[in-house]
Protein backbone atom coordinates (compact mmCIF):
# COMPACT_ATOMS: atom_id res chain seq x y z
CA UNK A 1 0.00 0.00 0.00
CA UNK A 2 1.89 2.96 -1.02
CA UNK A 3 1.99 6.30 1.11
CA UNK A 4 1.31 9.94 0.20
CA UNK A 5 2.31 12.77 2.21
CA UNK A 6 0.32 16.30 1.61
CA UNK A 7 0.72 19.43 2.35
CA UNK A 8 -2.42 21.76 2.81
CA UNK A 9 -4.88 19.62 3.78
CA UNK A 10 -7.12 21.39 5.32
CA UNK A 11 -9.05 22.77 2.89
CA UNK A 12 -8.83 22.93 -1.38
CA UNK A 13 -6.92 20.83 -3.91
CA UNK A 14 -4.79 19.83 -0.75
CA UNK A 15 -7.97 17.93 0.52
CA UNK A 16 -9.50 16.78 -2.33
CA UNK A 17 -6.34 15.28 -2.95
CA UNK A 18 -6.22 13.34 -0.04
CA UNK A 19 -9.36 12.39 -0.08
CA UNK A 20 -8.62 10.79 -4.19
CA UNK A 21 -5.59 9.10 -2.76
CA UNK A 22 -7.52 7.36 -0.28
CA UNK A 23 -9.94 6.40 -2.42
CA UNK A 24 -7.48 4.95 -4.11
CA UNK A 25 -5.63 2.94 -2.08
CA UNK A 26 -2.88 5.22 -0.57
CA UNK A 27 -2.38 5.62 3.06
CA UNK A 28 -2.42 9.70 2.82
CA UNK A 29 -0.77 11.92 5.64
CA UNK A 30 -1.57 15.63 5.91
CA UNK A 31 0.63 18.20 7.07
CA UNK A 32 -1.79 21.98 7.40
CA UNK A 33 -1.78 24.73 10.12
CA UNK A 34 -5.77 25.01 10.30
CA UNK A 35 -8.48 22.10 11.42
CA UNK A 36 -8.79 18.75 9.16
CA UNK A 37 -11.50 17.11 8.74
CA UNK A 38 -10.75 13.97 6.92
CA UNK A 39 -12.01 10.71 9.03
CA UNK A 40 -10.35 7.96 7.54
CA UNK A 41 -8.50 4.74 8.58
CA UNK A 42 -5.49 5.30 6.80
CA UNK A 43 -5.22 8.98 7.11
CA UNK A 44 -3.40 10.46 9.53
CA UNK A 45 -3.07 14.41 10.52
CA UNK A 46 -0.46 16.25 11.40
CA UNK A 47 -0.21 19.74 12.52
CA UNK A 48 2.24 21.31 10.74
CA UNK A 49 2.78 24.64 9.66
CA UNK A 50 5.64 24.28 6.93
CA UNK A 51 7.52 27.64 7.08
CA UNK A 52 9.07 26.08 10.45
CA UNK A 53 11.78 24.08 9.77
CA UNK A 54 12.27 22.44 13.08
CA UNK A 55 8.52 21.44 12.92
CA UNK A 56 8.23 20.24 9.25
CA UNK A 57 11.78 17.69 10.21
CA UNK A 58 10.34 16.16 13.58
CA UNK A 59 6.92 15.70 11.75
CA UNK A 60 8.66 14.11 8.67
CA UNK A 61 10.37 11.91 11.16
CA UNK A 62 7.13 11.01 12.62
CA UNK A 63 5.69 9.85 8.71
CA UNK A 64 9.03 8.31 7.67
CA UNK A 65 9.22 5.58 11.09
CA UNK A 66 5.50 4.50 9.59
CA UNK A 67 7.53 2.96 6.44
CA UNK A 68 8.34 4.11 3.35
CA UNK A 69 7.19 7.79 1.63
CA UNK A 70 6.08 7.10 -1.73
CA UNK A 71 4.39 10.33 -3.01
CA UNK A 72 5.21 14.07 -1.49
CA UNK A 73 2.94 16.68 -2.53
CA UNK A 74 3.39 20.02 -2.05
CA UNK A 75 0.74 21.99 -2.45
CA UNK A 76 0.17 24.43 0.73
CA UNK A 77 0.70 28.04 -0.35
CA UNK A 78 -0.75 31.37 -0.41
CA UNK A 79 -1.53 34.18 -2.41
CA UNK A 80 -1.75 37.73 -3.26
CA UNK A 81 -3.24 40.58 -5.52
CA UNK A 82 -1.31 43.53 -5.59
CA UNK A 83 0.08 46.03 -7.92
CA UNK A 84 4.02 45.76 -7.86
CA UNK A 85 4.29 49.69 -7.04
CA UNK A 86 1.88 48.97 -3.98
CA UNK A 87 2.75 45.69 -2.85
CA UNK A 88 4.40 45.68 0.74
CA UNK A 89 7.53 44.37 1.38
CA UNK A 90 5.60 42.02 4.07
CA UNK A 91 3.23 40.35 2.07
CA UNK A 92 6.11 39.36 -0.65
CA UNK A 93 7.97 38.01 2.42
CA UNK A 94 5.19 36.06 3.59
CA UNK A 95 4.71 35.03 -0.07
CA UNK A 96 8.48 33.67 -0.44
CA UNK A 97 8.37 31.75 3.12
CA UNK A 98 5.04 29.59 2.91
CA UNK A 99 5.35 29.23 -1.22
CA UNK A 100 9.19 28.82 -1.62
CA UNK A 101 10.52 27.80 1.66
CA UNK A 102 7.92 26.24 2.89
CA UNK A 103 8.20 23.73 -0.33
CA UNK A 104 12.14 23.93 0.68
CA UNK A 105 11.74 22.65 3.95
CA UNK A 106 9.34 19.64 3.11
CA UNK A 107 11.05 18.65 -0.16
CA UNK A 108 14.86 18.64 1.94
CA UNK A 109 13.09 16.61 5.03
CA UNK A 110 11.25 14.53 2.56
CA UNK A 111 14.25 14.08 0.10
CA UNK A 112 16.86 12.53 2.61
CA UNK A 113 14.07 9.84 3.85
CA UNK A 114 13.29 9.36 0.00
CA UNK A 115 16.90 8.81 -0.82
CA UNK A 116 17.84 6.08 1.78
CA UNK A 117 14.55 4.34 0.55
CA UNK A 118 16.09 4.90 -3.23
CA UNK A 119 13.12 6.07 -4.42
CA UNK A 120 10.30 8.18 -4.53
CA UNK A 121 8.63 11.14 -6.64
CA UNK A 122 8.16 14.94 -5.27
CA UNK A 123 5.46 17.14 -7.01
CA UNK A 124 5.88 20.70 -6.35
CA UNK A 125 2.44 23.29 -6.84
CA UNK A 126 2.99 25.76 -9.11
CA UNK A 127 0.57 28.17 -11.43
CA UNK A 128 0.25 29.46 -14.77
CA UNK A 129 1.17 32.89 -13.59
CA UNK A 130 4.56 32.20 -13.62
CA UNK A 131 4.56 31.37 -17.71
CA UNK A 132 1.67 34.09 -18.15
CA UNK A 133 3.99 36.82 -16.23
CA UNK A 134 0.53 37.88 -14.86
CA UNK A 135 0.19 41.36 -13.78
CA UNK A 136 -1.08 41.99 -10.35
CA UNK A 137 1.16 39.02 -8.85
CA UNK A 138 4.66 40.28 -9.19
CA UNK A 139 5.23 38.94 -5.62
CA UNK A 140 2.96 35.80 -6.24
CA UNK A 141 4.87 34.53 -9.57
CA UNK A 142 8.23 35.31 -8.19
CA UNK A 143 7.71 32.87 -4.86
CA UNK A 144 5.98 30.03 -7.60
CA UNK A 145 9.49 30.77 -9.81
CA UNK A 146 11.20 30.18 -7.30
CA UNK A 147 9.76 26.73 -6.63
CA UNK A 148 10.36 26.36 -10.55
CA UNK A 149 13.70 26.58 -10.26
CA UNK A 150 13.71 24.62 -6.89
CA UNK A 151 12.47 21.34 -9.20
CA UNK A 152 14.72 21.54 -11.75
CA UNK A 153 18.06 21.30 -9.75
CA UNK A 154 16.57 19.08 -7.03
CA UNK A 155 15.47 17.04 -9.79
CA UNK A 156 19.26 16.56 -10.63
CA UNK A 157 20.70 16.46 -7.53
CA UNK A 158 18.26 13.42 -6.78
CA UNK A 159 18.08 11.23 -10.29
CA UNK A 160 21.00 9.02 -9.36
CA UNK A 161 18.84 8.00 -5.76
CA UNK A 162 16.38 7.40 -7.69
CA UNK A 163 13.57 10.41 -6.79
CA UNK A 164 11.86 12.08 -9.09
CA UNK A 165 10.86 15.98 -8.66
CA UNK A 166 8.64 17.78 -11.03
CA UNK A 167 6.05 20.76 -10.90
CA UNK A 168 2.46 21.11 -11.64
CA UNK A 169 0.82 24.58 -11.90
CA UNK A 170 -3.09 25.18 -12.50
CA UNK A 171 -4.69 28.26 -13.86
CA UNK A 172 -7.88 29.43 -11.61
CA UNK A 173 -9.45 26.69 -9.83
CA UNK A 174 -13.53 27.30 -8.53
CA UNK A 175 -12.44 27.41 -4.83
CA UNK A 176 -13.70 30.33 -2.43
CA UNK A 177 -10.62 31.86 -2.54
CA UNK A 178 -11.15 32.37 -6.46
CA UNK A 179 -14.80 33.24 -6.39
CA UNK A 180 -13.68 36.38 -4.54
CA UNK A 181 -11.79 37.73 -7.32
CA UNK A 182 -13.39 39.38 -10.02
CA UNK A 183 -14.76 37.56 -13.30
CA UNK A 184 -13.18 39.70 -15.59
CA UNK A 185 -9.26 39.26 -13.85
CA UNK A 186 -10.43 35.32 -13.78
CA UNK A 187 -11.95 35.09 -17.56
CA UNK A 188 -8.67 36.69 -18.98
CA UNK A 189 -6.30 33.97 -17.31
CA UNK A 190 -8.39 31.39 -18.16
CA UNK A 191 -8.96 32.56 -22.08
CA UNK A 192 -5.21 32.76 -21.79
CA UNK A 193 -4.68 29.28 -21.14
CA UNK A 194 -7.34 27.35 -23.69
CA UNK A 195 -9.63 27.11 -20.72
CA UNK A 196 -12.53 29.33 -21.15
CA UNK A 197 -14.98 27.12 -18.78
CA UNK A 198 -12.79 27.28 -16.13
CA UNK A 199 -11.48 24.68 -14.00
CA UNK A 200 -13.38 22.69 -11.28
CA UNK A 201 -11.65 21.08 -8.35
CA UNK A 202 -12.28 17.70 -10.00
CA UNK A 203 -10.74 18.51 -13.08
CA UNK A 204 -7.66 19.81 -11.24
CA UNK A 205 -7.66 16.54 -9.11
CA UNK A 206 -7.56 14.19 -12.55
CA UNK A 207 -4.90 16.40 -14.24
CA UNK A 208 -3.14 15.72 -11.12
CA UNK A 209 -3.87 12.23 -10.60
CA UNK A 210 -3.26 11.05 -14.56
CA UNK A 211 0.38 13.20 -14.68
CA UNK A 212 1.47 10.75 -11.56
CA UNK A 213 0.53 8.03 -13.03
CA UNK A 214 1.80 8.88 -16.40
CA UNK A 215 4.80 7.02 -17.80
CA UNK A 216 6.26 10.29 -19.78
CA UNK A 217 6.66 12.45 -16.56
CA UNK A 218 10.11 13.36 -16.80
CA UNK A 219 11.95 14.40 -13.37
CA UNK A 220 12.83 18.04 -13.57
CA UNK A 221 9.65 18.69 -15.87
CA UNK A 222 7.45 22.01 -15.19
CA UNK A 223 3.68 20.95 -16.73
CA UNK A 224 0.74 23.01 -16.87
CA UNK A 225 -2.99 22.36 -16.89
CA UNK A 226 -3.88 24.57 -20.54
CA UNK A 227 -2.58 25.16 -23.45
CA UNK A 228 0.04 27.36 -24.09
Not at 8 to 32: I, K, M, P
Not at 103 to 113: D, N, S, Y
Not at 139 to 154: I, M, N, Q
Request: aromatic share 6%; net charge neutral.
Amino acid sequence: MPTALITGTSQGLGLALAERLLADGWTVHGFARGAQTITHERFRAHAVDVTDELSVRAAVAIVAESGRIDLLINNAGAAALNAFLLTPGSVAENLMRVNYLGTFHCLQAVGKVMVRQRGGLVVNLTTVAVPLSLEGEAAYVASKAAVEALTKVAAKELATQGVRVVALGLGPVDTKLTRAVPKAALSKINDAIGRPEGTTMAQAVDFFMSRLSAADLKSGSVEYFGEF
